[in-house]
């Protein structure tokens, strides 16, 4: 392990933890309207995932995607200041939580509709494709979102025309509050593959190291042009589905059984005993990720709101009152 990048994964984990707590404290001062989903005890699978990729890799994501965008490159600054809704923000403030986006990065969306990212994933990956770019897709969705039916079409699509696109499925047990063995006849998800000749691969979404390996080696093989690999990282989240869920239906016990294996812990301790960082580089990290959530709230929060709301909106305005108004 380079050390290089062993500082890379802990401060991109860090980061992640703290600018997400960040949000939630920001939430409850009603600095955040609308719904808010958090990614704390997710980290390693957006992290080692995105580490593997290259920069004209496209990826495309969920609601629960400030991680995925703060890992991609996008400026702490520009992603709280999209969570606060304002001019600064990387969708200029019109998007807010669930609507990050950041095309210099080939960072294609958070999408809020569950289902929504397969066909835009495939989509890239038929650009790609066509025009042997030699670039991949990196598309993100939950357990839940594996029983869409955009997931049975845009796979099999994929396969048939040998896309180079990782279907990663972040599996964090539930579907908002359904545990997935009451909403999937099939728990295993990384089975599914097989319905349409894929490679298919769970791989354990608590541990960022393994993570990092299996996306590799699914990168490897999409841009050989093998066909799209099915990745379901085994994960949990920490927090309820949204800031309006309080997990009251699962057990403290269960929350407590993945909190053991928390990957930043396990990262860390990992690190330390291999020598790779000393005590000291990794408070300096949290340091540092700590200094940077904080000037971005400050920055979220004296940046102004978007001035003309209504600047991409393709429709003649209605004259619903009357007199013009
Ligand atoms: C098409 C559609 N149906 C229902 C919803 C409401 N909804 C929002 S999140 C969610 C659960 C999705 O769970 P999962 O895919 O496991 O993702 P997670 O939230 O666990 O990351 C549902 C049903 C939606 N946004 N879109
Ligand atoms: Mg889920």
Redesign the pocket.
Known sequence: MQRDLARRLYYDMTLARRFEQAAAEQYTQGKIAGFL?LYPG?EAVAVGSLRAADPGDYVVS???EHVHALVRGTPPEAVMAELFGRATGCSGGYGGSMHLFDAERRFLGGY?????TFPVAIGAAYWARMNDTGDAVLCY??????N?GTFHESLNMAALWKLPVVFIC???H???GTEIHRHSALAEIYKRACAYGMEGRRVDGMDVLAVLEATREALAHVRQGLGPVLLECETY?YRG??MADHGAYRSQLELAEFQAKDPLRRFREKALGEGWLEPSELDELDAQAQKAVDEAVAFADRSPPPTDLHKDVYVEPLDLYGGGR
């Open positions: 989903h997710e969920t609601y629960r809020a509709i569950v289902g929504e969705f939950g357990d839940g979102a594996a869409q972040e599996n964090n539930y579907q908002i989240r589905h949204s």
